[in-house]
């Protein structure tokens, strides 16, 4: 008898555990969910209705808010700075994080150990204790407000984790394959472009979308190194949305949904990527 009760108060234990656990994921989801519906339906408004009642339903669409959105903000303007910008900068942190990452992963030579200690140095680097030297150093090497200036700091303070997960991840090939691809006659640097490039696209994957969120998303450089309005990203450019129309909520929201528009596209387009990528390198490691 006693031991049947101790069963049915183990399991119910069990049951309630697993209860609670799943009501607080749930409110957590809800909570993460939620302002991003608010948003939406909220930009479909009108100031009048979102000054009655901010969580209420719209009554009547309004997709008139993101056509004067786009007019006040010059979105079209800015999403081609921020293509144009986080593209690049992609490009470049994919390319510089594969060759320094198969350099470290295969070669040895001396300071290698603290060339990898700068780069796990640079993780731990606030950006925001940067920004005034980087703001003088452009202004006065005149870097500051052209196309490609926002490049150089994201090329530069994005690299640390691309080349750890790069050098991670090639460490685990085996170095057979390109031993035998080097006596059939191929080159350091062709087993590189041939034969490791292709095996490590997960992860190279993973890294550009990863990278593309953080230089999309990218605003306090872009704040500081932009003053030509001609130059701002759409982050920067929707703070000055803020500033100047704060009184029209839903054509800020508006705003806001088509800012998030790019990102949200291609999280969705290339999320089993990122988790293939994060998965194969968490297998390999």
């Known amino acids: 008898m006693n031991e049947t009760m101790e069963r049915n108060y183990a399991k119910y234990s069990r049951g309630l555990k697993k209860a609670l656990l ?76 594969f060759v ?83 006596i059939d006659g191929l080159s350091f640097s062709g087993a590189m472009w041939k034969i490791i490039l292709p095996m490590a696209v997960p992860v190279l994957t993973t890294v550009a979308i990863l990278q593309f969120f953080a230089c999309w998303n990218e605003f306090s450089f872009a704040l500081v190194l932009l003053k030509d309005e001609a130059m701002r990203t759409v982050p920067l450019g929707m703070s000055f949305f803020k500033s100047q129309h704060s009184t029209n909520y839903p054509q800020l929201m508006a705003g806001m949904v088509l800012s998030m528009l790019p990102v949200t596209v291609i999280y969705f387009a290339f999320s089993s990527r990122i988790i293939a990528g994060v998965m194969a390198g968490a297998v390999k490691g």
């Open 100 to 182: 320094t990452g198969y350099m470290v992963a295969r070669l040895q030579f001396k300071g290698k150990k603290l060339m990898v200690f700068y780069y796990l140095f640079g993780m731990l680097v606030p950006i925001h204790a940067l920004l005034v030297p980087v703001y003088l150093l452009f202004k006065q090497s005149g870097l500051a407000d052209q196309w490609f200036t926002l490049i150089i700091p994201y090329v530069a303070f994005n690299l640390s984790l691309p080349i750890l997960l790069v050098t991670s991840y090639i460490v685990a090939i085996p170095k057979e394959i390109e031993e035998a691809a080097a």
């Open 22 to 97: 799943n009501t607080a994921m749930m409110l957590f989801t809800f909570s993460c969910i939620f302002p991003l519906v608010w948003i939406g339906y909220s930009s479909l408004k009108t100031q009048p209705e979102f000054s009655n009642s901010i969580l209420k339903l719209p009554e009547k669409l309004q997709f008139g808010n993101y056509v004067e959105a786009i007019k006040l903000t010059n979105m079209l303007q800015l999403s081609w700075n921020s293509a144009r910008v986080t593209l690049l900068s992609v490009i470049l942190i994919v390319l510089i994080a």
